[in-house]
């Protein structure tokens, strides 16, 4: 009996029927500063922010990071379809850093749209997209108020806008008396704004005079709410600044304000807001609270609203 030919029977390939050399053994240099370089910038690239910034950062980086692997792919004449596919992506990426510097470039405002975006929307990371929806809401139009003209009269006019005060300064007065001054990139009329619903219809309850010639820009109603239904981040945005200019105008008020009549105005306590000073030093404004058990009255707690 004659033993089998293993070799006959062998199916293994031999190296030349393969249409590439084997890897005998793992490289033990490196790969070269260049290769390295760009996966560096790749990573930087995906640690971008969002907005319009951050894409400018990610489209630049991938740039870089794609351009250093074409080197390192071009050096090795065996890497023919990573040379190509590096290209590709780095003509894609570069098409991209185009584009959106373009759409950078296209965005500009008037400088006083400029200082409102820096001085009030810019710190709240409001991009520049975002902030030209917001100009065109108002149809980028500014409002002049001349010296001693009335924005508002007290019981006369209606709460149709919102408005922001560009400069100047507006004095703002109930029945006569003075309460406090609106300064530049201060709303005129938050708490109107905040005190309607879409749907109310409201007046003044104070009067606003320009003390100075002022500028403002003023949003309508209808087209600020219509943007806040199809952009519900700026409705946040613009919730969060016209509660804080409220609060700040209280703040305003808590060293509370005389008249010339003598009458104190205080917002925190409207029930006492037109009686004259003595009469409010002499009532007493706070509430005694009985302690439990039926002793004696404990400390006194303010009245707040």
């Not at 703002?172 to 406090?180: D, K, P, Q, S, Y």
């Not at 943007?227 to 509660?243: D, G, N, Q, S, T």
């Amino acid at each position: 009996m004659e033993p089998p030919d293993f070799e006959s029977l062998n199916f293994t390939l031999p190296q030349a029927a393969l249409g590439h050399p084997l890897c005998e053994a793992w490289s033990g240099g490196s790969e070269g500063s260049v290769f390295h370089l760009g996966h560096i910038f790749l990573f930087l690239g995906f640690m971008g922010g969002s907005g319009i910034y951050g894409l400018l950062h990610l489209f630049t980086c991938l740039t870089l990071g794609f351009f250093c692997c074409c080197l390192w792919a071009w050096s090795d004449p065996c890497s023919t379809d990573s040379f190509l596919w590096t290209l590709a992506l780095f003509a894609a990426s570069s098409a991209q850093v185009l584009h959106v510097a373009y759409r950078l470039r296209g965005i500009s405002f008037e400088r006083d749209f400029q200082e409102l975006y820096t001085c009030v929307f810019k710190k709240l990371g409001v991009s520049l997209t975002q902030f030209k929806k917001i100009v065109s809401c108002c149809d980028g139009q500014v409002h002049s108020l001349e010296e001693a003209h009335c924005f508002a009269v007290e019981g006369k006019t209606a709460i149709e806008k919102l408005s922001v005060l560009l400069s100047g300064r507006v004095r703002v007065t109930v029945n006569g008396e003075f309460l406090h001054y609106i300064y530049p990139f201060q709303f005129l009329d938050s708490p109107e704004w905040d005190s309607l619903r879409p749907s109310e219809e409201g007046v003044f309850q104070v009067t606003l005079c320009a003390d100075n010639p002022c500028r403002y820009i003023a949003w309508r109603r209808k087209k600020l709410y219509l943007l806040f239904a199809k952009h519900r981040y700026i409705a946040r945005i613009f919730a969060l600044i016209v509660r804080n200019d409220i609060a700040e105008k209280l703040y305003s008020l808590n060293d509370k304000a005389f008249g010339s009549s003598g009458q104190r105005y205080d917002i925190r306590l409207p029930s006492y807001c037109h009686m004259s000073a003595p009469e409010v030093e002499k009532t007493d404004i706070f509430l005694q609270v009985p302690a439990q058990g039926g002793g004696e009255p404990s400390k006194h707690v303010p009245l707040s609203g």
